[in-house]
């Protein structure tokens, strides 16, 4: 079964840039659509954007339109998320999610593996 790694979260300041990185293990990395959602104390686990194998792309939050852009490279079976112009109110833990098959969602049902997540703390 495909397992996914995050990586790249951290501290960083208001305004400022965090490259995340999703690294799956196994061969049909290039089968699956894989995604991003966060979780901010005390709230759920929401989706912020997804990408197919195809390369076509959804982003699910209003607030990260225009400052969040999802890739992939395939024969690095690594998906990633750059983030710009980041607020406090981004900070969260980043979840990388391989959905279950070659689309996407911005619900979490239809993932089928999770990373162990990476903290994104935007803070002065």
């Known amino acids: 079964q495909l397992q996914v790694a995050e990586s790249g979260g951290g501290l960083v300041q208001p305004g400022g840039s965090l490259r995340l990185s999703c690294t799956a293990s196994?061969?049909?990395?290039?089968?699956?659509?894989f995604g991003w959602f966060r979780q901010a104390p005390g709230k759920g686990r929401e989706g912020v954007s997804c990408?197919?194998?195809?390369?076509?792309?959804?982003y699910f939050l209003v607030s990260g339109q225009g400052r969040f852009t999802i890739s992939r490279d395939n024969s690095q079976n690594t998906v990633f998320l750059q983030m710009t112009s980041l607020k406090p109110e981004d900070s969260a833990i980043y979840y990388c999610?391989?959905?279950?098959?070659?689309?996407?969602?911005?619900?979490?049902?239809?993932?089928?593996?999770w990373g162990q997540g990476t903290q994104v703390t935007v803070s002065s």
């Open positions: 999610a391989r959905y279950i098959d070659n689309f996407c969602s911005q619900y979490s049902n239809w993932v089928a593996s």
């Open positions: 196994g061969s049909t990395f290039a089968r699956y659509a």
């Open positions: 990408i197919t194998s195809a390369n076509s792309t959804n």
